[in-house]
C-alpha cells in the first residue's frame, strides 16, 4: 500500500512523514521523494509467530511517499505536471492542512485550503478527459469509455471530486488505468499545535472533508514526530499524559486500512508468518496472485480456516477434525482474519 503526502508548501507535510515513520526526512532534490515504509501492527501475526516459531516473521507494511511542493510563484498552485504524475503512482492521498497561524501571524485556513486543494485535483483530472475525449471521438471502437467520460466531464468542470459520483464497480475498472486523482481515496490530516493535539475536528472541515468524500483526523505533527522518536516502552506514558489513546502511527493505519477499504488474509508456517493485505471482495484466485503469480495461474484449491477457530482448537489438525478447515473455490471471497494455505499446480 503506497501512500502520497501531499497539500500545499507550509502545512507541515514533512513533519507528519516523520511522524507517521519515525525517519527523519532528508532534503531532497527538485522533484525528489522521501520514502519510508512503516510495519503495521498485527496480534494475530505475533500470536501465529509464538505458535510456530518462524524463521521470519512479515508485517504488512504501508509505503509513505513525502512529495516536496512544486517551486512555483503562487503558492497554492501546487500541482504542476511532475507532481501530477508522482501523485498517480499512489493508492491513496494524504492531504496535510496547516491548522496553525501562519509565522507572519496569518491565521490559519484549513476549510478553505481543503476546498482549494480538491479543486486542483479535480483540474488535473478534468486536463485528462478532455484530452482524451479529444482523441476518442475522431476513433471507432470507444464508444463505451467515450460514453463514460462525456459523463463524468460535466461533473468535473462543476468541481464534484469523481469519488464522489457514486461509481459502480463496472465504470470504476473503466477509469482505473487513467489513474483519477480525484478518484483516489483521501485523508484529510489537520496539522495543529500540541495544545490542541486531542481536540476534536473542527466542524467545518469535517464538513468540508465529507462534501469531498474524503476521511479526517486532527494530528499535531510536531508534538508525533517527537513522541515516535521515544523508545516504544516510553510512548505509552507519554500519550496517556497528552490525554491520546494512540499514537499518530496507529491511527493512521486504522484510517489508511479503513480508507482503502482493506482487510489481511494469512499465511502461516515454520517458515513464516505473514499478514497479507488485500481489498475487501478479493476472491481467493486473485489472494493467491498477491503471494505469487505461479499461485494464481496454478489454482487448485484454498484450505481456510478462521483466526479465533485456529486459536480456539489450538492446531490445524485440530480445526479440520472439527470442521472448522474448510476447502474453497476460485470466487471464495476471503475474509479479514483467514488462515490460508493455497494448494496450487504449474
Given amino acids: 500500500m503506497k501512500v502520497g503526502l501531499t497539500g500545499f508548501a507550509g502545512a507541515g507535510k514533512t513533519t507528519v512523514f516523520t511522524a507517521l515513520t519515525g525517519l527523519q526526512a532528508r532534503p531532497a ?29 512479515t508485517y504488512a507494511e504501508v509505503t509513505f511517499v513525502d512529495f516536496p511542493p512544486a517551486h512555483t510563484a503562487e503558492r497554492r498552485a501546487v500541482l504542476d505536471a511532475p507532481t501530477v504524475a508522482q501523485l498517480r503512482d499512489a493508492d491513496a492521498l494524504v492531504e496535510v492542512v496547516r491548522g496553525v497561524p501562519e509565522l507572519t501571524g496569518a491565521p490559519a485556513t484549513p476549510a478553505e485550503d481543503v476546498s482549494a486543494f480538491a479543486a486542483e485535483l479535480v483540474l488535473a483530472d478534468l486536463a485528462v478527459v478532455e484530452k482524451r475525449l479529444e482523441r476518442v471521438r475522431k476513433e471507432k471502437g470507444h464508444e463505451r469509455e467515450q460514453a463514460l467520460l462525456e459523463r463524468i ?3 468535473l468542470e462543476a468541481g464534484r471530486a469523481l469519488r464522489t459520483l457514486g461509481l459502480g464497480v463496472e465504470e470504476r475498472t473503466q477509469l482505473a488505468g487513467f489513474a483519477f486523482l480525484s478518484l483516489r481515496p483521501l485523508l484529510i490530516v489537520l496539522n495543529v499545535a500540541e495544545a490542541e493535539a486531542a481536540a476534536p475536528l473542527p466542524a467545518d472541515v469535517a464538513a468540508r ?61 515454520e517458515d513464516e508468518c505473514r499478514a497479507w493485505p488485500i481489498r475487501r471482495g478479493t476472491t481467493a484466485l486473485k489472494a493467491a496472485g498477491k503471494i505469487h503469480s505461479d499461485i494464481e495461474r496454478g489454482f487448485i484449491r484454498a484450505e481456510v480456516m478462521a483466526f479465533d477457530d485456529f486459536v480456539r482448537y489450538g492446531s490445524e489438525a485440530k480445526c479440520r477434525e472439527a470442521g472448522k478447515l474448510r476447502l474453497e473455490g476460485k470466487e471464495y471471497v476471503v475474509r479479514d482474519g483467514d488462515i490460508v494455505h493455497f494448494r496450487f499446480a504449474v
Fill in 153 to 155: 466531464a460535466p461533473e
Fill in 209 to 269: 472533508a465529507g462534501a469531498e468524500g474524503a476521511e479526517a483526523l486532527v494530528l499535531a505533527a510536531g508534538l508525533e514526530a517527537e513522541i515516535a522518536q521515544l523508545e516504544p516502552a516510553d510512548r505509552g506514558a507519554f500519550l496517556h499524559d497528552l490525554g491520546l489513546a494512540e499514537s499518530a502511527r496507529d491511527r493512521f493505519i486504522r484510517a489508511s486500512y479503513h480508507l482503502l477499504d482493506l482487510v489481511s488474509f494469512l499465511t502461516a508456517g
Fill in 29 to 57: 532534490a527538485p522533484g525528489a521523494v522521501n520514502l519510508g515504509v512503516i510495519k503495521v501492527p498485527d496480534p494475530r501475526v505475533d500470536k501465529l509467530a509464538e505458535i510456530y516459531h518462524p524463521r521470519k516473521t
